[in-house]
Structure formats: C-alpha cells, structure tokens
C-alpha cells in the first residue's frame, strides 16, 4: 500500500517578514519530525500587512524567500509547497504565487493565482486584491515521486472549472493554500473543499491562516481550520479555528486508483453535450 505523508502547516502571519519567514521554518522542521514527505505553507505565509506595501515586500522568485524554505527542505530532504508568497517579476507587477520546493531546496513549479479576490462583505470595507496583485493565467500540475499535485490558491476554490482542469492533467492531489476570510469561510470552507475533493476523486490538501489581522477597527479575521480531504470528500485530519501548528495526514494513492476503477465518474463525462 502506497501513502504519501503531508502536513498542512498552520500560521497567523503579520506585516513582519523575518518574523513569519522564522515560524514558517520552525514549522517545516516539525512537519518533517513527522514524517511528512511534503510540508504545505498558507496563503501569504510571507506577508499579511497593508495591500500598499506588498510591492515593496515582494521578490523574485527563486529569492529570499524560496531560498530559505529551499535551505530547510535540503537539509531535511522534504518537499515544501510555500503556499503563497509575493513575488515580484521584474517588471513591476506583483503576484500571489505558490512555489514547489523539492527535496534538493529547488524550486520545480509556480503557480500564479489565477482569481483575483474583489469583494464587498457585510460590515466590512471593501476588498480589492487586484488594486495590489497581477492576475496568472496558466494551469499548473507537478509530479512530485509517484502522484502529480494540482496547484491552486484560496479564491480559486470557487471556481470548478480550473479543478477539473487540473484533475485532466493527471493531479491526484489538489493543493489549496489560503487566507480564507473568517465570514465566508464559516459557511463555505468546507463545503467548498469538500466539493473539489468528491467531484474530481482527488485528496485536497488546504493549509491556512488564522486569526485577526489588518486594521482592528475592520474586524477582519483568517478562518483557520487547515484540511486535508480523501477523493470521498472524508476528513482526514482538521486543525482547529486558532492557533499555529502541524497537522500530518496519510495520503492512500492506492486507495484513490481503486475509488476511480469502481466509481469511474470521470469516464463518464460527455464532454461533446452542449448545455
């Protein structure tokens, strides 16, 4: 029986870079203690400050920030997905980008947010990620050993199309890193993740923030709760709404290849049916 072991690290980041790039360390060094083969970072995990600044903090990608990580994963022979962190292009735009470490500290796959988060949520300013944040516009998927990932982030989840795209492209295992806000994320969080997971029989692998940040007086808050999912759409371990941390689940891939023989709802699309 196959198992790949991953942890979801939980983190509250704030404005102070060295500060979340430290917790995140500590983070993958205990996800690693634990066995896992592949430690996930949240949305963010960088920087959680005021959307003027994230110009000024981001860069380049590899950089500062994937070379830490990247240091961390070599010495403890880990895959390390940095969930979302700034990345500057050069040529001044600024996006929200995950980045795929393998165990050598490389970086072996980037993904772009390709869905930008502008909106107006009740008793609250509005949110206009795209004022800061350059939109991606490609599809990503990397074979990590034996299973492929499918690389997403927090806002994407609402959005099946690319889901389904990914599982097309082989993705066994859906990665959500977030910065899932507290109001929404109380009613649709689970239903959400729990959704991608059972409509495209892939584990969803979703590490979060949580707790307060920016302005007090606005009252935002990251929903925490970090998942991971089996392809029926079965928790396999949740961390609480508060706090940071490690949780470790296993991942059975044989487990999911006989799900997909004897339900075989993906064979069964008619992609040639007009609606």
């Known amino acids: 029986m196959r198992q790949v072991r991953v942890a979801v690290c939980q983190m509250r980041s704030t404005d102070d870079v ?15 203690e634990g066995g ?32 830490r ?17 700034l990345e500057a292009d050069g040529d001044g735009r600024v996006y929200d980008t995950s980045a ?15 869905h930008l988060y502008d909106v107006e949520l009740p008793d609250q300013p509005p949110i206009r990620e795209s004022d800061s944040i350059a939109p991606g516009d490609e599809i ?24 389904r795209g990914l599982m097309t492209q082989g993705a066994q295992v859906l990665c959500v890193p ?14 959400l993740l729990r959704a991608r997971a059972i409509e495209n029989q892939c584990f969803v692998v979703a590490p979060g923030q949580w707790g307060p940040f920016g302005d ?8 925490g709760h970090s998942l991971v999912l089996d392809p029926w759409g079965r928790v396999l371990i949740e961390a609480p709404e508060e706090g940071d ?6 991942l059975d891939v044989d487990a999911q290849r006989a799900l997909r023989r004897s339900f075989p709802v993906l064979q069964h699309r008619r992609l040639g049916v007009t609606c």
């Open 18 to 32: 060295e500060r979340n790039l430290d917790l995140a360390e500590r983070l993958v060094i205990e996800a690693a």
């Open 36 to 67: 896992a083969e592949l430690a996930t970072l949240p949305e963010y995990l960088d920087f959680m400050g005021p959307a003027g600044r994230r110009a000024e903090v981001a860069s380049p990608i590899p950089g500062p920030v994937t070379d």
């Open 69 to 85: 990580l990247g240091a961390v994963a070599r010495e403890r022979s880990l895959w390390v997905l940095a969930g979302g962190v």
């Open 100 to 114: 795929l470490l393998d165990p050598h500290g490389e970086v072996v796959a980037t993904y772009r947010k390709i």
């Open 140 to 163: 990503v998927t990397c074979r990590m050993d034996e299973v492929r990932l499918g690389l997403s982030i927090c806002y994407d989840v609402r959005f099946p199309e690319l889901y």
């Open 178 to 191: 977030a910065q899932f806000q507290h109001t929404t994320g109380r009613d649709h969080w689970h239903t």
């Open 216 to 223: 007090p007086a606005e009252g935002r808050r990251s929903y």
């Open 245 to 250: 941390g490690v949780w470790v689940a296993d």
